[in-house]
């Protein structure tokens, strides 16, 4: 979103954080059940894809570059076409595209039913087109899959957390297949680190950033970026 929207959305969180946030603390503090189905893993295989969406990108990125078997992170735009994958088109909410990220990662040392779990620890999947203050198709819950193994696993996971009521309500995560998948701006890339400052990080980013780091300590980098 636009800066100053992102400033407006940092202070109407901290609000949230301080009235209701108590009532979701347990879904905050607790590791997901393991998936019931995964990946299989073939050998010599060192490198995978994987495009999520989760509401801002600079949250979900940050979140994701510290995980150990991550081997590289960046933010951008899935779900449309080329021509309209800038900040500010996307921002106009009259686009397909969601903030997306795109990870490759090892899965020798992480495998993509744990990235599922991670996903869903982070942000609110139960939200439609929302992420606290942040609203708009482009900041929906979608996970982008690359061929139908993925997308079945992603399928049985959501069933699995619905069935067992781990959230108040129905998850809203879509399922889309991956059709492109576009950097965004240099600006966006690594924005969490590079603006630890910056209020909607401090707001949004680091407490997400943290969350992680507490319920996923040993699923860490060891030097944690």
């Known amino acids: ?72 992170v ?10 309209t994958a800038d900040y500010k088109t996307v921002c106009t909410g009259m686009t397909k595209h969601a903030e997306s990220i795109r990870f490759e990662y090892d899965p020798s040392q992480i495998s993509y039913g744990q990235l599922l779990q991670i996903f869903f620890t982070a942000h609110d999947p139960t939200t439609l087109n929302r992420q606290g203050n942040d609203h708009g198709t482009q900041y929906r819950s979608a996970i982008f899959y690359a061929n139908d193994d993925e997308k079945k696993v992603a399928e049985a996971y959501i069933k699995q957390l619905n069935d067992a009521k781990i959230f108040p309500s129905k998850i809203v995560t879509s399922l889309e297949p991956l059709k492109e998948f576009y950097p965004a701006e240099d600006y966006h890339q690594n924005y969490v680190a590079l603006h630890p400052d910056q209020p909607y990080v401090q707001a949004c980013s680091l407490p997400k950033v943290q969350k992680i780091r507490e319920i996923f300590k040993d699923w860490l980098k060891p030097d944690g970026k």
Request: aromatic fraction near 14%; glycine fraction near 10%; include cysteine.
């Open 1 to 72: 979103m636009p800066n100053f929207m992102r400033f407006q959305s940092a202070f109407l969180v901290l609000v949230f954080g301080v009235f209701v946030m108590p009532f979701f603390r347990s879904h905050a503090s607790e590791r997901l059940p393991k998936p019931a189905a995964d990946l299989p893993l073939k050998q010599g295989e060192t490198k995978r894809t994987a495009v999520f969406a989760g509401g801002c990108f600079w949250c979900t990125e940050a979140v994701f570059k510290q995980i150990k078997g991550i081997i590289s």
């Open 74 to 83: 960046g933010s951008g735009y899935a779900g449309d076409t080329k021509e």
